[in-house]
């Protein structure tokens, strides 16, 4: 008989990528599920749409455990999400472990309902809550392309502060949290090394680039406005978005935690080794 497989949901993205890759670096097997099926080396690539059940159960088929990514964009994710995670646990899915933000509570706006519900659906669980990441800053974020192509990161942020972390410190804890035992069987707030404001953020990306980038400072109003019309985001997930910059703005994000050196046997990696890994040519 063969193994169960881990499903990685949005196994090309920014976390389920690295994390499918982890898995099958470490020999276990993966289903690797993404809107296009995506062939992953090593991986069985099946598609996967949130909004689509009719490939759910293929999804599902030989899992015993899956990685969760909520549906990009979508401000009430619980009327999806719920219904697909029941079916898993009925196809034999014993752990679950979702992808959340440490901006967002148990119960609390966006998929907070999903992190409330899931003790209730599985016996083993857990709930990574990673505070911003760093490749917002290097990838195909709205961030990193304005970086880019404006030499402006814009936020309503002020001079807030952030303890950014590395997708690949993401990945790293969602392995732990999805092989180890026991299951951790609560939520995970993940952090990097140090707390960061976004004029930190351009400073760095200046001088590891060598390119002349700023922090533009944008009201609540503008920075809502400035994600519908310049980022084309739904107005209402827009407005959620420019309220989490304001949380910033008045110190919600501004921790660290222990929580990546604890589940990985390693701290965390800083945002210059980030931005010097993946803004400058190997």
Not at 1 to 22: C, D, E, Q, W, Y
Not at 132 to 161: C, I, K, Y
Request: hydrophobic residues 45%; glycine residues 8%; aromatic residues 6%.
């Amino acid at each position: 008989m063969k193994p169960a497989a881990t499903l990685v949901i949005g196994a090309t993205g920014t976390t389920g990528s690295r994390t499918a890759a982890r898995l099958l670096a470490a020999g276990h097997p993966v289903t690797a599920a993404s809107r296009g099926a995506t062939p992953v080396p090593g991986a069985r690539a099946v598609r996967f749409d949130w909004y689509d059940p009719a490939g759910h159960a293929d999804a599902l088929t030989a899992a015993d455990r899956v990685y969760l990514v909520p549906p990009v964009g979508e401000p009430d994710p619980a009327p999806v999400m719920l219904p697909f995670l029941e079916q898993a646990r009925a196809a034999g899915v014993r752990r679950a472990v979702l992808l959340s933000s440490s901006a967002v509570p148990a119960g609390g706006p966006a998929v907070g309902a999903v992190h409330e519900a899931l003790p209730g659906l599985f016996d083993e669980w857990a709930v990574l809550r990673p505070s911003w990441f760093m490749q917002n800053f290097t990838g195909a974020h709205a961030h990193a392309v304005s970086l880019r192509e404006d030499g402006v990161v814009p936020t309503a942020t002020g001079s807030g502060r952030v303890g950014f972390v590395d997708a690949d410190d993401i990945a790293a804890v969602a392995v732990a949290a999805l092989t180890g035992e026991p299951a951790p069987c609560t939520d995970l707030v993940l952090t990097g090394p140090e707390s960061l404001s976004y004029d930190d953020i351009a400073s760095i990306y200046a001088e590891v680039s060598g390119r002349a980038v700023v922090h533009r400072r944008l009201t609540y109003e503008q920075m809502r406005e400035h994600l519908i019309h310049a980022a084309g985001i739904p107005a209402e997930f827009a407005a959620m978005l420019a309220a989490m910059d304001r949380a910033i703005a008045d110190g919600a994000e501004d921790r660290v935690t222990g929580t990546v050196h604890r589940l990985t046997g390693r701290p965390p990696r800083t945002f210059r080794d980030v931005a010097t890994r993946e803004l400058t040519p190997s």
